[in-house]
């Protein structure tokens, strides 16, 4: 089983240490395409019209002056820099050390500026989002589709993959659909069903942490991912087709 996630919107910088070290992260393959990004956020980044060029408020000021020192800026592992509420509900910090094996093992992050990253990794804080399009780069969900289809091919094999991200961050990459189930989180009231973004990446955290945390083998097919599921939550399966992923709809209490 592995489980996608994406970076939270805001991190947490790492106080002290060394910075990034390329050759220790996952997936080497990224690494040219990875300094290629690094170096359009940092031109970017250093432009007078940073904030409006990368989407931002002047609130991140300080985020969007780090992304030019990005090389030097200490960096952390992955789960200590990413926060915010999924990040929040998935709690790595209290698991215990087996079940953060398992997660520096199973979680990847699909990030606008690593392409994808273990929990594991270390990286600095930096602020950037898939959506964004950089001079010489494109938009980035483009950019990193091809690579991350070639990178990511030899870690798919008989895994199940369970899809935790938003819209924005899934365009980058369409894993498999007959091995992908993505997670999707709703309310019921009379009979209709509605989205909840704040309460969906809670809940998405929620059943990250819920599968790592759990006794037993991990879930290896969709169907039992819905059974795991359902010990903590009303939840329905949605067969996929041959373009689309199963869903696995979780229904939460009005």
Known sequence: MLILLPPSEGKTPAVRGPAVDWSTLSFPALNTHRATVLEALGTVSAHQDALALLGVGASLQDDVDRNTR???????????IYSGVLYDALGYRSLIPAQRRKADQSVLVISALWGAIRFGDSVPAYRLSMGTSLADVGRLASFWKPQLSAALAPELADHLLVDCRSSTYAAAWAPPSDRTVAVNVF?????????????????????????????GNAPATPAALL???????DAELVPGTVRKPHALNIILPN
């Open 70 to 80: 990005l090389h030097a800026e200490p960096a952390a592992p992955a789960h200590q």
């Open 187 to 215: 309310t019921e009231v009379a009979g209709v069903r509605k989205v909840v973004s704040h309460f969906a990446k809670h809940t998405r955290g929620e059943l990250a942490r819920h599968l790592l945390a759990r006794r």
């Open 227 to 233: 059974k795991a599921a359902r010990e903590r939550w």
